[in-house]
């Protein structure tokens, strides 16, 4: 769903209208006049966003420090799981949760 777009003016005039405009896409683009445009975004939406970057920033992390032979860089199933918990079985598509296959 593309980010709806509201002027300053109606999220000032009609703030319910705009709330649930903004429960339904999670992020409203509010335009000003005298300023720099905003996003308005839910909090689930904001956590969401957090969360992602948390998640990059340490797959990254954990895929920088594990080498292997000929100086190339790797994922390897420990570095990547400390920071994926959740594998999927491609083979049984039932997800794994550390090497194991839950009942």
């Known amino acids: 769903m593309p980010t709806p777009t509201v002027a300053f003016s109606e999220l000032s005039k009609n703030s319910k209208r705009v709330a649930d405009m903004l429960d339904r896409a999670q992020r409203v683009h509010i335009t ?34 594990d080498r292997r032979s000929r100086g190339r860089r790797v994922a390897s199933a420990p570095a990547a799981e400390s920071v994926i918990p959740l594998w999927l079985n491609a083979d049984a598509a039932k997800p794994v949760t550390r090497g194991r296959t839950p009942p």
């Open 32 to 65: 000003r006049r005298d300023g720099e445009d905003l996003h308005l975004p839910t909090a689930r939406h904001d956590q969401q966003r957090e969360e992602t970057a948390d998640s990059t920033a340490r797959l990254l992390a954990a895929l920088r420090g």
